[in-house]
């Protein structure tokens, strides 16, 4: 395992985070405590120390788990979870990005994690009604009282944390450091705007969804299997991806998560750290030969053609040649650093 720094900041995380939504079984279908042990040990034995949850994860059980599993070695390990999601369906404030819900849900999180503080609190995802001052200030007090290291923003528009990023640095208060969002070959819709945003601004960008839950693996066979995320997006053209995927496993030698993984690891390495996931110790052991693993050029444009990302304006427009023209003249070819 190799480390990367964290955004801006200094801190240094593994180059794969180890995602533990799969850890409890409160959901029916995530992990024992038990193997959860064994996937976690796996993790650091390989020296990831890179440890991402949230708050509802399989009813708090993930939260649980994780502080039962670091506390002998606490400070070793950085720990990232997440704020936003109901905790009383009943209650209008028990959900959402507002300073009340951040602080009565980082306090439980802390309880459950065994720490007085979390290397990374990201807001899980944007409510579109807390103004994003609220969360800043309620972010930048809980930095300063000790309780959270560093901030971040998950399933949040581009725009959205753009402007945070200017409050922040305006105001003085604490600067996100890190983005999280979906990425996989079938689902490329952060390279539009979220990951142009993240690299202009310094942002590190942890993945979620690089399997599609299954799809990409082989878990699914036909469009009659069991839906996966969303029942809406498992057709054809994504089944056909997933039999791409395992013949181009098959080819190389390798597992499938591993020809997903590795895919997304290669679009930037540095920037982006792919979070993997499992519900059996042999999975984790199987994600993590990813690091052994460099797809050829040829395969990558194989997998790039899966479904490459939609057109959309303004940038269709501005990467036309046409207004590289109007822009640059006849110079455009002959500038070393073009715009991001």
């Known amino acids: 395992m190799r480390y990367t720094l964290l955004g801006r900041s200094g801190m240094r995380v593994s180059e794969l985070a180890l995602g533990t939504m799969t850890f409890g079984e409160a959901w029916g279908w995530g992990a024992s405590p038990e193997v959860s042990r064994k996937i976690f040990d796996a993790f650091a034995e390989a020296g990831g120390n890179f440890v991402d949850t949230a708050c509802n994860y ?6 649980e788990l994780v502080g039962e599993f670091t506390a002998a070695d606490r400070d070793h390990f950085v720990l990232a979870t997440k704020y936003s999601l109901t905790s009383r369906r009943d209650d209008p404030n028990g959900g959402g990005n507002h300073r009340k819900n951040l602080v009565q849900t980082l306090e439980a999180s802390l309880r459950r994690l065994r720490t007085d503080r979390v290397d990374v609190l990201y807001l899980h995802m944007w409510d579109f009604t807390t103004p994003v001052e609220e969360v800043l200030r309620a972010m930048d007090d809980l930095v300063r009282a000790g309780k959270v290291l560093h901030v971040g923003f998950s399933d949040t528009p581009a725009w959205v944390v753009s402007q945070a990023v200017a409050v922040a640095d305006v105001r003085g208060w604490t600067r996100p450091v890190a983005i999280q969002g979906a ?21 590190a960008a942890t993945l979620w969804g690089l399997l599609e839950g299954g799809v990409l693996t082989g878990k699914y066979d036909d469009a009659s299997s069991e839906p996966r995320r969303y029942a809406d997006e498992q057709g054809e053209r994504e ?33 982006l750290i792919p979070i993997i996931g499992a519900r059996t110790e042999a999975q984790l052991r199987d994600a993590l030969g990813v690091l052994d ?13 899966v479904r490459r ?26 500038i070393d650093r073009k715009p991001a």
């Not at 399989?58 to 939260?63: I, K, L």
């Not at 390279?191 to 942002?203: F, I, T």
């Not at 098959?250 to 993984?261: N, R, W, Y």
């Open 58 to 63: 399989t009813e708090g059980q993930s939260e």
């Open 183 to 203: 990425y996989s070959i079938l689902d490329r819709g952060i390279e539009r705007e979220v990951l142009p945003m993240a690299q202009s601004l310094g942002l």
């Open 239 to 271: 089944l056909a991806a997933g039999r791409l995927v395992r013949s181009i496993a098959s080819e190389l030698g390798i597992s499938p998560a591993q020809v997903a993984t590795a895919w997304a690891r290669r679009r930037d390495r540095g920037t």
């Open 293 to 305: 693993v460099s797809l050829p050029d040829d395969v990558m444009g194989r997998l790039d053609d």
């Open 309 to 334: 990302p939609p057109s959309e304006f303004p940038g269709s427009f501005l990467a036309s040649d046409h207004v590289h023209g109007l822009i640059f003249g006849d110079t455009y070819d002959l």
